[in-house]
T-cell receptor, first 110, second 112 residues
């Protein structure tokens, strides 16, 4: 069983809709990353969280350490948000080793 | 500040050959992590280097090896290539290994 689980696997939204992607993990972590990957493209780090909430433009990420759960929200979604979003955790005392969820494929239609 | 760079961007090799991939981290970053991405297995951790020392290693065979130089640049080597080694190889740098990681564009390796 994967130690990092994401849901949903796929998501289609209309432009302007609010999108939520969830991530649950079963290990102790020092930080959690949300990553974005466009088709054929490299990986971009959106957020690194160890507690609370972070906001960057239309993206909001939250984490609940006690419940071992994080969410990524996209407000007012736009077709350029279409990408794979990946949750990755940095386990406690695990130097430089990210463990990844399977990713969520997001498609935003005009 | 320049981002993480990887060379080459694309490689085609045949089974049995060996390959060396290079990663230059963001200036000031001393930790370099390597990952393999395949459609079947997703993203998997290969190893991490800090100050020329391998501190962490994933579950890959000994054909996969790496090293880090005094300027923090890192290389990974895959010997005796197999078809299943075809993948996108990504490196990521961070300040000391438990900070935010920044990814390079990757090297797309195709093994024929």
């Amino acid at each position: 069983k994967n130690e990092v689980e994401q849901s949903p696997q796929n998501l289609t939204a209309q432009e302007g809709e609010f999108i939520t992607i969830n991530c649950s993990y079963s290990v102790g972590i020092s930080a959690l990353h949300w990553l974005q990957q466009h088709p054929g493209g490299g990986i971009v780090s959106l957020f690194m969280l160890s507690s609370g909430k972070k906001k960057h433009g239309r993206l909001i990420a939250t984490i609940n350490i006690q419940e071992k759960h994080s969410s990524l929200h996209i407000t007012a979604s736009h077709p350029r948000d279409s990408a794979v979003y990946i949750c990755a955790v940095l386990s406690t005392d695990s130097w430089g080793k990210l463990q990844f969820g399977a990713g969520t494929q997001v498609v935003v239609t005009p | 500040k320049a981002g993480v760079t990887q060379t080459p961007r694309y490689l085609i090799k045949t089974r049995g050959q060996q390959v060396t991939l290079s990663c230059s981290p963001i200036s000031g970053h001393r930790s370099v992590s390597w990952y393999q991405q395949t459609p079947g297995q997703g993203l998997q951790f290969l190893f991490e280097y800090f100050s020329e020392t391998q501190r962490n290693k994933g579950n890959f065979p000994g054909r996969f090896s790496g090293r880090q130089f005094s300027n923090s640049r890192s290389e990974m080597n895959v010997s005796t290539l197999e078809l299943g080694d075809s993948a996108l190889y990504l490196c990521a740098s961070s300040l000391v290994g438990y900070n935010e990681q920044f990814f390079g564009p990757g090297t797309r390796l195709t093994v024929l």
